[in-house]
């Protein structure tokens, strides 16, 4: 039986604790009520980078998937390992168009991510977060059906708060080289936040901070990706501006475990996912410089694109108290399974 056909089946129980799924906090305990049920699931972007980790960790937990993506920047590869598990299905589909599915839960994480992509094609970006949160919000009220909205923290824009709390407006330039996909989200959270106060969904928001890990692309233009992939490559390293500007980097494993997190409560956020450790540019370069020794690759200095923000970091107090979750993977752990995939990866290209 195929997921879609399964998505008009009751949900049944799995084999965990049969009336709620406890995550020990030392002195707490985070009650997920109807965590234990197999439920049916949708994941827009689920080809993706993070998607692609979040259906491995639904598929773990007994959950049926479908994952929607028109490969634009997901790779079919990411999901080529679930293929032959029966609750697991792939839909090719753009969410910018309609379509007619049934679920429990939506995670709707449809949309490029890193400027090189979503700079491609401004209109293209503007309507994924637009016209696709749309669609799946229809879902999501013609079902009763939960929903999460990835957004980012590039809602902030080029922040004047430091850390960023979820209360904070964001300083954004609106006509600027970012604004397709600053905006698009901005208009995708209050999207949603309508549904939420005037169609009556269940809906959350979380708003995902610089992340990194193993099915990133190699040509995403993201700092992490493009200074591992430049080094083992024994290319000289780009940092822009004096590299004095700052991220905070989120391992995937824990991004993905913040969004289930989120799911499985009920909260509607935003709430910020990410790691509060920050590092600069500089210090991130030479650290993967010290991490893969041996290629001849240097540090260059460019010049910072426009609105590239300055200074980013979370403040994740309410994902902490509400959600009871925080980051665990410390960055030369994620870093070295990083360096790793992508060795890898380079090797097969180059093989």
Known sequence: MSCRRAFRLYAVLSNVDMKAHYADTGT??????????????????????????????????GHNV?????????????????????????????????????????YHLACPAS?????SNPIKTLKTSVLGTLNML????????????????????????????????????PVGPRACYDEGKRAAETLVIGYRDFNHVNVAIARIFNTYGPRMLPND???????????????????YGDGSQTRSFCYVSDMVAGLIRLMESDVSGPVNLGNPKEVSILELAEKVLRMIPGTGSEIVFKELPQDDPTRRKPDITLAKTLLWWQPTVELTDGLDATISYFREELRGSDG
């Open 28 to 61: 707490h305990f985070l009650v997920f009520l109807g965590a234990s049920l197999m439920k049916n699931v949708i994941v827009s972007g689920g080809a993706g980078f993070i998607g692609s980790h979040l259906i491995e960790a639904l598929l773990d937990r």
């Open 66 to 106: 479908i994952c929607l993506d028109n490969l634009f920047t997901g790779s079919k590869k990411n999901v080529l390992p679930f293929f032959p598990n029966p609750r697991f299905e792939f839909i090719r589909h753009d969410v910018v168009a309609p379509i007619l599915l049934e679920a429990d839960q939506i």
């Open 221 to 239: 233009g993201r700092v992490v990706s493009n200074f591992i992939c430049q080094v083992l490559r024994g290319d000289n390293l780009t940092v």
């Open 138 to 173: 229809g879902i999501a009220k013609r079902v009763r059906a939960r929903i999460l909205l990835a957004s980012t923290s590039e809602v902030y824009g080029d922040p004047r708060i430091h850390p960023q709390p979820e209360s904070y407006f964001g300083n954004v330039n």
């Open 115 to 119: 400027p090189v992509h979503y700079q």
